[in-house]
C-alpha cells in the first residue's frame, strides 16, 4: 500500500489564487497514483496520496525564507 505525500507551498499558480485548486490537487492525486501503477505495477485502489501545502514563511530554501529567497533570485525584486 504506497503512501505518497506531497508538500507545496501554499500559494496559487494562477493570479487571483492563494492555494493550489480543487483541479490541480486532483491532478497530482491521479497523476502519482497514475505513475506508481505504470511503474511500480500497484493498484491505484491501493496507492494513497496525501497533499501538504505549507505556507511560504514556513518553507525555507538556501537558509532563507523562500519569498526571500525568491525575491535573492529575482534580482531583488519581489514576486
Not at 501554499?10 to 497523476?31: N, V, Y
Not at 525555507?60 to 529575482?74: E, K, S, Y
Amino acid at each position: 500500500m504506497p503512501i505518497v505525500t506531497i508538500q507545496i507551498t501554499r500559494e496559487g499558480s494562477t493570479p487571483g489564487t492563494s492555494a493550489a485548486t480543487a483541479e490541480e490537487k486532483a491532478a497530482l492525486i491521479k497523476g502519482v497514483s497514475e505513475l506508481l501503477r505504470d511503474v511500480l505495477n500497484k493498484p491505484l485502489t491501493s496507492t494513497f496520496v496525501v497533499i501538504d501545502e505549507v505556507e511560504t514563511e514556513n518553507w525555507g530554501r538556501g537558509g532563507l525564507p523562500v519569498d526571500q529567497f525568491r525575491q535573492q533570485q529575482n534580482g531583488g525584486v519581489p514576486e
